[in-house]
Every structure is written in C-alpha cells, then in structure tokens.
C-alpha cells in the first residue's frame, strides 16, 4: 500500500528559527509536492521534485530517492509561515495518483 | 492566485440533495483534478479528467460524478447527499499529467 508519513504533527517555533518538516513515503515514486494551506483552507503549491534540492526564497525542499524521504525546510521563519504543510507523493507519472500525507501545523510565534 | 477559479466558495445544502461545483482551470491547463479533504480523511484524489476524458479514478463515490466541458471547465456532481459529505472540495489543472498542478481556493460543502 503507498503511504506517506510526515513529522512532526504539530510544530511551534519561535519567529527566526530554522524550521524542518519531514516526509517519508513507502514505494517508489515519480515526484513529490510540497504543499502549504492557509487557515482560510486554500492551497499553494510550494515544490513538485523528483531528485535533488529546489530553493524558493527561504524555503528549501529537497528529496532523498534511495531514502525515499523528503525534507522542506524554513529558514528565518516568520508568523506569516503558520499554516499546515502537506507533502504528496506522485505515484505512476500523473498528478492523479497523488497521495498525500496527514499535514504539519506549524506555528511561528512573534 | 493560481488562476484556477471555484465556485462557489461556500454550500450548505440538506441531506439527500443534490449539488454540483464548478472549477475553471488556468488558461491552457487539460487536466483536471478533484480532491476531497475532510476531518477524518484529509485529503483525497477523486478523480481527473484530460482534455474532456476521464485520466484516471481514485476514492470517488458513486454518488458522485464529474465531466469536463469543450471549454475545458469542470464539474463535480454531487447527489444523494450524506452529512459525511461535508468536506472541502479542492480543484487543480495542470497542463497535463505530468506536470506540476495549482489548486484553486476550493469550496467548502456543509450538509445539514
């Protein structure tokens, strides 16, 4: 069965801390996305990787095949990160396939 | 705003009634995706369509059903309506399977 796994839950940080969110996933995959969803419910899609690393201002993904793991991590974290991160892992090549992981609540604190 | 627009926002409808959500993709997008996310299941791939055909099906009731128009807007038909139905429904495009998708603001179904 494809699972994902992410950890921690739940996760409060002080504003300026370095912040890490981890995904694992079961099976071989095609791609992972990284997703974030603001309190009002709406998602942005943040990465879609499939090896490597991609940096995007002070958020950085990166994605360990042979571990089958996948870390997104913030630097300098700001209240304005609180939200819920949700990995999703792609099975098969097509988004369709997506399977997504329960979701970190990440909270910064002024 | 990823370009990929929902309506409506909000629906509170009774149990047993039918209702239908409409989702218009980023210009140029053929696929489609609907994505259920709920308390006790999070969230869920239903189904997807590409360039007006069913792609691919995952965790779709048969209550519910979905098509994809010429223009390329979509619809998620909902019938029978159970209060477990109560969700947010989440819809993406993607210019095609492969490739990264945007979520639209999703709408938020309440049955009572």
């Known amino acids: 069965k494809n699972e994902v796994e992410q950890s921690p839950q739940n996760l409060t940080a002080q504003e300026g801390e370095f912040i890490t969110i981890n995904c694992s996933y079961s099976?071989?995959?095609?791609?992972l996305h990284w997703l974030q969803q603001h309190p009002g419910g709406g998602i942005v899609s943040l990465f879609m990787l499939s090896s490597g690393k991609k940096k995007h201002g002070r958020l950085i993904a990166t994605i360990n095949i042979q571990e089958k793991h996948s870390s997104l991590h913030i630097t300098a974290s700001h209240p304005r990160d609180s939200a819920v991160y949700i990995c999703a892992a792609i099975y098969g090549g097509s988004q369709g396939n997506l399977i997504f992981g329960k979701g970190t609540k990440l909270s910064v604190k002024p | 705003d990823s370009g990929v627009t929902q309506t409506p926002k909000h629906l509170i409808t009774a149990t047993g009634q039918r209702v239908t959500l409409r989702c218009s993709p980023r210009s140029g997008d053929l696929s489609v995706y609907w994505y259920q996310q709920s308390l006790d299941q999070g969230l869920q791939f239903l189904i997807q369509?590409?360039?007006?055909?069913?792609?691919a099906k995952g965790n779709i009731l048969e209550r519910f059903s979905a098509q994809q128009f010429p223009d390329l807007h979509s619809e998620l038909n909902l019938s029978s309506l159970e209060l477990g139905d109560s969700a947010l429904y989440f819809c993406a495009s993607s210019p095609d399977s492969g490739t990264e998708a945007f979520f639209g603001q999703g709408t938020r179904l309440t049955v009572v």
């Open positions: 369509y590409y360039n007006g055909e069913e792609r």
């Open positions: 099976v071989g995959i095609s791609a």
